[in-house]
């Protein structure tokens, strides 16, 4: 079954209804003090909802003041209502004639309010209560019978600042906005943000910062520079290798009750451009431990050796093993003879057979010069 629920509130006022379904109808009624002005009566509608109500309870005013020597006429009794006043005959008037009823002021948490008046017209004062401070303007004024408006709140103090252990701090005020700084002791250091600041709810505002129990300064070590740091978790060192170094293994070790935990790394040393081989040009992949520069013999050279060279850790290219000799080529034919060689540059050694049926006449042997030649005996057939 469809229901309205309870009905809205009127300010001043209160209700009474038949019930709360489709159909049932509800009455507000003012307070004593209070008068009523529009219709009274809500409906409670088939979608559930009540009907809009135009009712608000108006405050009435008793009597204006007695005005010596003068008379006076009622123009109504709620808020807004004038008052006019005549002086008798024989009296002359001094200031304004007409009196407009105001309406207590509004309220404002956390504080009281005195409702006074003088010459210049209807004022109202405010108060802060304990444990608290005004911050604005604490007076407003009531002109054609409607108050300007509140322009202050009342903030509440701050109370002590927390405590932080191992720290000290400096009290600079209780009020919004007032900054307290904390200070670790001597062998503690600091984490996070020292500062607090006093909210106008009167609650220091949340902060992070914790005094931990200092360390020794981290171990040196070779070619590289530490910086200590600390947070909620604990003390560190961080590690950065020197320039032309590199670091390989964990950069960062802890602290743990004053002791740091062990090194686990190292501080390489780049290698520098491979060593130059004659004749040959080299091509890396890289410059740090384990890299490889691989040797090419120019045109007209040939490699002999390993063509290979590996970057150390300490920054130095192994050995090299490879020349880049003279290239003569294939060595030349000679009619009816065969030749046998293992290499073309520069000292290898060529050996000619003869076919059967021919003999050898002068040295079986050719060496390659260094000028491209090759050089000893031709073989006579």
Same mark, same amino acid.
């Given at each position: ?39 009274e ?44 006043y ?7 008037? /001094? ?8 309406? @207590?002021?509004?309220? %404002?948490?956390? #504080?009281?309010?005195?409702? !006074? ?44 600042p ?29 984490v ?5 600041v ?22 040196? /070590? ?8 600390? @947070?909620?978790s604990? %003390?560190?060192? #961080?590690?950065?290798?020197? !320039? ?55 045109f ?9 060279v ?32 293992t ?39």
């Open positions: 079954m469809v229901e309205c629920g309870q009905p809205p509130n009127v300010e001043h006022g209160w209700y009474s209804n038949t019930g709360i379904t489709p159909g049932d109808v509800s009455i507000y009624k003012c307070k004593e003090g209070y008068v009523g002005i529009g219709d009566r809500i409906f409670c509608k088939d979608d559930g909802q009540w009907s809009k109500s135009t009712f608000v309870c108006m405050e009435v005013c008793g009597l204006p003041p007695e005005i010596p020597f003068s008379k006076h006429k009622i123009n109504g009794n709620m808020s807004g209502a004038i008052t006019s005549q002086c008798q005959s024989g009296y002359v008037p /001094v200031g304004h004639p007409n009196v407009v009823y105001c309406p @207590n002021p509004p309220d %404002v948490l956390s #504080s009281t309010t005195w409702k !006074h008046a003088n010459k210049s017209g209807v004022y109202a004062s405010y108060q802060c209560g304990h444990g608290f401070y005004l911050v604005g303007e604490s007076t407003i004024v009531c002109q054609d019978g409607v108050w300007s408006s509140v322009k202050f709140t009342c903030n509440k103090y701050c109370g002590l927390p405590k932080i252990p191992f720290s000290t701090h400096q009290i600079n005020g209780n009020m919004s906005g007032v900054v307290t700084t904390y200070q670790c002791d001597s062998g503690y250091v600091p996070g943000h020292p500062n607090v006093c909210k106008s709810n009167g609650e220091w505002s949340t902060g992070n910062f914790l005094c931990l129990k200092d360390c020794p300064n981290p171990a040196d /070590v070779l070619s590289s520079t530490a910086w200590k740091h600390a @947070n909620k604990g %003390v560190y060192a #961080s590690y950065q290798c020197c !320039h032309g170094f590199y670091l390989v293994g964990e950069s960062t070790i802890v602290c743990k009750d004053g002791v740091w935990s062990s090194v686990k790394f190292t501080c390489n040393k780049y290698c520098s451009s491979p060593p130059y081989v004659p004749h040959a040009t080299s091509h890396t992949t890289g410059n740090m431990s384990a890299a490889i520069a691989s040797y090419r013999c120019e007209g050279y040939a490699a002999v050796g390993e063509p290979n590996v970057c150390e850790n300490n920054g130095k290219w192994s050995n090299v093993k490879i020349e880049c000799l003279i290239d003569c080529g294939a060595p030349p034919t000679k009619p009816y003879a065969e030749r046998y060689y290499a073309t540059y520069s000292g290898s050694k060529v050996i000619y057979n003869c076919e059967s049926g021919y003999i050898r006449t002068g040295s079986t042997n050719f060496h390659v010069s260094k000028r491209r030649t090759m050089v000893d005996e031709l073989l006579s057939l």
